[in-house]
């Protein structure tokens, strides 16, 4: 469970380190020359930091070095790949350690998430690249499963009619983002397709509640439907404020700095869309955050406050933003 900490000042009154130690518990020490500006880390927190941050450099420097990757040519490509994904991955958590500890209270916050995201978006490519490479050295008889037996299905990434071979990616059924009819192959009462069922439903369920509390956010293009009251919720015409309460979600989103959640969060177009094929703890995650939002707990005020900033910006697609849930960010250039 995240604390919704105010994000220090960069002025001298800020006397609390505000790392987190290994163990994601609040540092207590006091900030090393807090005199000076922008100074928020207590000295061996200074030193941590220092140390992680090294062993992340020298292992995404590991990783750039690698830069044979293509597949199609001879079976050292693929160790490169299968090499460099390790590395990409070690460079990812090496990343995240950094931002969660760190900087989850800062506004240094954005360059890590663009740089985070970037990372992430990396290494996924060059496992999609593995997979297709395996997929083609296999053949069919190797690479699957009977149909209607296994707890996974190919997603389809690329085809086309010149293509002689369908790009897939596999993935859990049970996975949100896979949707019901994908398992058409499967019997009625196979049990994969009851638990389908029941983990759809409670999406729907959890994601209503949040629409509850923050009716702004429901982007979906048609009315919400409540079987129950046997009536229609009518969503007001959008205002400023339901625009600036779209923002605060996606700041949480970026304080969040969930790698996985945020690559997601790239890729939807709409709140709705992100939400209908989100895990259910993420969910109530949100609720809980809008819950504290809702009751103007002092600690949350600063995501209102970004998103005020976010929705003057207007920024546009550039180098330093990045696009979360149809619309872009401003973020600032990694370090």
């Not at 296994?150 to 993935?171: F, G, H, I, M, Y």
């Amino acid at each position: 469970m995240l604390a919704y900490t105010q994000r220090p000042s960069n002025s001298s009154t800020v006397l609390r380190c505000c790392a987190f130690d290994k163990k994601g518990s609040d540092c207590e020490a006091r900030v090393f020359q807090p005199e000076r500006s922008g100074h928020t880390l207590c000295l061996n927190q200074h030193h941590e930091y220092k140390k992680l941050y090294k062993s992340y450099k020298l292992k995404h420097e590991a990783y750039d070095r690698i830069t044979q990757i293509n597949a199609d040519a001879d079976t050292d490509a693929k160790k490169n790949i299968e090499t460099k994904i390790g590395l990409g991955k070690e460079a990812l958590s090496l990343r995240n350690q950094v931002n969660r500890r760190f900087f989850s209270t800062s506004q240094d916050n954005r360059s890590h998430v663009h740089e985070i995201l970037r990372l992430q978006s990396e290494v996924d490519d060059l496992e999609e690249k593995l997979r297709k490479w395996e997929a083609n050295c296999k053949g069919p008889a190797e690479s699957g499963t009977a149909r209607g037996t296994s707890n996974q299905e190919p997603e389809l990434v690329n085809e086309s009619p010149q293509a002689k071979t369908t790009d897939r990616v596999w993935k859990s059924l049970l996975d949100p983002t896979i949707p019901k009819s994908r398992l058409g192959s499967f019997p009625s009462d196979n049990p994969i397709i009851a638990i389908k069922d029941f983990l759809t439903r409670n999406t729907k369920l959890v994601v209503r509640e949040l629409y509850s509390i923050v009716p702004s956010l429901n982007d979906s293009l048609s009315p919400i439907l409540d079987e129950e009251a046997s009536n229609i919720d009518m969503k007001p015409e959008l205002d400023i404020r339901d625009i600036i309460i779209r923002f605060v979600f996606r700041e949480f989103l970026i304080y969040k700095a969930d790698s996985r959640e945020l690559l997601r969060a790239t890729r939807a177009q709409t709140i709705d869309s992100f939400l209908q094929e989100s895990f259910i703890d993420d969910i109530e995650e949100y609720i809980k955050f809008f819950k504290a939002f809702v009751k103007g707990r002092f600690d949350t005020f600063w995501f209102l406050r970004d998103a005020v900033c976010d929705f003057l910006l207007d920024s546009q697609p550039s180098s330093t933003t990045t696009c979360i849930l149809g619309v872009e960010i401003a973020m600032e250039n990694a370090p």
